[in-house]
């Protein structure tokens, strides 16, 4: 059975850091694109990032670019999203999402002062 669980969200102020993770089990996941997408209060699912393989292939939505950067550990069977310099803008919950659709429960930013 496949399983992508987030952590790592939380309330940041504008300016932080966090650093969401998302660990996977059920599947190849170093054979498997996976994504981080998002979605704002009201707002539609907004795609963020992209890595596949050993990570060597990736992209990133270009407005978050300099700001966040994704990753993956494939011994971990984990993907990665570090975000810098967080605005009131990306306060969302955030999934890590397959290729095939299957995805998270979610992990909620806040970025508040």
């Known amino acids: 059975e496949v399983h992508l669980v987030e952590s790592g969200g939380g309330l940041v102020q504008p300016g932080g850091s966090l650093r969401l993770s998302c660990a996977t089990s059920g599947f190849t996941f170093s054979t498997s694109w996976m994504y981080w997408v998002r979605q704002a209060p009201g707002k539609r699912l907004e795609w963020m990032a992209g890595?596949?393989?050993?990570?060597?292939?990736?992209s990133i939505e270009p407005s978050l670019r300099g700001r966040f950067i994704i990753s993956r550990d494939n011994a971990r069977n984990s993907v990665y999203l570090q975000m810098n310099t967080l605005k009131s803008e990306d306060t969302a919950v955030y999934y890590c999402?397959?290729?095939?659709?299957?995805w998270g429960q979610g992990t909620q930013v806040i970025v508040s002062s």
């Open positions: 999402m397959r290729s095939d659709g299957y």
């Open positions: 890595i596949f393989g050993s990570g060597d292939l990736s």
